[in-house]
């Protein structure tokens, strides 16, 4: 198979890019490298045109098919960015920035995009324009929605857009997906806390926070069980919980719990937000204290792929890979790939890549073995919706 074998030629040095994406990782935005770079490669690669600063540090590169009667132009999307947490692998392609790495494989999807744009454009062997997308700020910032509204859709005239991540919970190579309602929305909430600080020696002197705080912690833990249609699937999760003070002999004035809710139904998350906000304020006034609900950043919505792209996307995956998992289970995972769907017909496929640790986890890392099958479905995706 032509585009297989081409892929095994250009393994060792798609991995050395992917390698080198993961040893500078840089967060959200603030890409200057990761731009950088990708703009660079959709230049020597001979692309049309390489369009920088879509939503505010996004990139796009066109390739136009050996003709173009057809008119359509599909966009293919990966993401850029990293996380901020501190590398536990021990590679030797470890990050070189403390505190910050790539936890969720972007850089593997960015060099899987790459090493597809290449081949795209080696071979041109299509009818239409290819569009490959490459968005900053999936994790927490919304940068779908930036080069959404930066008109990613009408200015280069997208008609699908297709998306793609990787999956530690699924084998090696093998692709999964469902039409419908996929990836969870996603609320990120902070409850501030306020009583009266002192002197942990005398705590009948204070309204203690801490006790009020950790009372919500508790009392939250019934808003799935207790107050949600049991057929619903939901996640309510407290994952801070900070004061204002260290001291052990010190009874804060104030703390801040934060969290996330995860949805998949609007009516439940709008009710299960009141119920956040009933418990804690009602929790905090039983200790004395004073509690009040926000929201840390705009929430993702549902991730739902559109059914006929989905079709699309299981024909391709069969090409590549033989098999192709139709009825995945949904995830409440949170992906602002989202807004793209929802400007634009398309579809969001899963890619196994073995074993490990989780995504998100310290001492994870993008399984390099998998690149060839991933741009191999780039490739067979465009060849199969635009015949040359």
């Known amino acids: 198979m032509p585009v297989r074998n081409r892929f095994a030629e250009l393994h060792a040095e798609v991995t050395a890019w992917r390698r080198d ?81 790539h936890a969720c494989g972007h850089d593997g999807h960015t060099a899987m995009l790459l090493g597809a744009a290449q081949y795209l454009a080696e071979t041109r062997n299509f ?34 857009i297709y998306g793609l991540h990787n999956s530690p919970l699924l ?24 009583g009266k600080g002192g002197h942990a020696a005398r705590p009948n002197n204070t309204v203690d926070t801490t006790l009020a705080a950790s009372a919500i912690v508790m009392a939250l833990q019934s808003v799935v069980s ?18 204002e003070s260290e001291a052990f002999n010190v009874i804060p004035e104030h703390v801040v719990l934060r969290g996330t809710v995860r949805s998949f139904d609007m009516d439940v998350r709008a009710a299960t937000l009141d119920r956040i906000e009933a418990l804690a304020k009602l929790t905090a006034e039983s200790y004395g204290a004073a509690a009040a609900l926000g929201f840390d950043e705009e929430p993702y919505p ?15 995956a069969r090409a590549v890979a033989g098999t192709c998992i139709t009825d995945a289970p949904r995830t409440t995972g949170g992906e602002d790939f989202a807004y793209m ?42 060849e199969e919706r635009m015949p040359a």
């Not at 009818?127 to 910032?141: I, K, S």
């Open 21 to 101: 994406l993961h040893q500078h990782p840089e967060l959200q935005y603030d890409l200057p490298r990761t731009s950088g770079i990708v703009a660079d490669k959709l230049r020597a690669f001979g692309c049309d045109e390489v369009v920088t600063g879509i939503g505010k540090t996004g990139v796009v590169g066109l390739i136009h098919g050996k003709r173009t009667v057809s008119g359509k132009v599909i966009g293919l999307r990966a993401d850029m960015d990293a996380l901020p947490i501190f590398e536990a692998t021990g590679a030797e392609h470890a990050s070189q920035s403390p505190g910050k790495m």
């Open 127 to 160: 009818d239409g324009t290819v569009a490959v997308v490459f968005q900053p700020a999936e994790e927490g910032g919304a940068g779908a929605e930036a080069m959404v509204q930066d008109g990613l859709i009408d200015k280069f005239g997208i008609s699908e």
């Open 171 to 194: 084998p090696l190579g093998q692709f999964a997906i469902r039409p419908g309602a996929f990836y969870a929305a996603v609320d990120s909430f902070h409850i501030n806390v306020r």
């Open 226 to 243: 207790r107050n949600t249609d049991p057929q619903q699937p939901l996640v309510v999760s407290v994952t801070s919980f900070r004061t």
């Open 302 to 316: 549902v991730m739902a792929n559109h059914e006929t792209e989905t079709a699309h996307c299981i024909s391709a």
């Open 341 to 382: 769907l929802r400007a634009c017909p398309g579809a969001y496929i899963q890619l196994g890549v073995g074993a490990g640790p989780g995504l998100h986890h310290p001492e994870y890392d993008f399984n390099d073995e998998v690149i060839p099958t991933g741009c191999s479905y780039w490739v067979s995706l465009v």
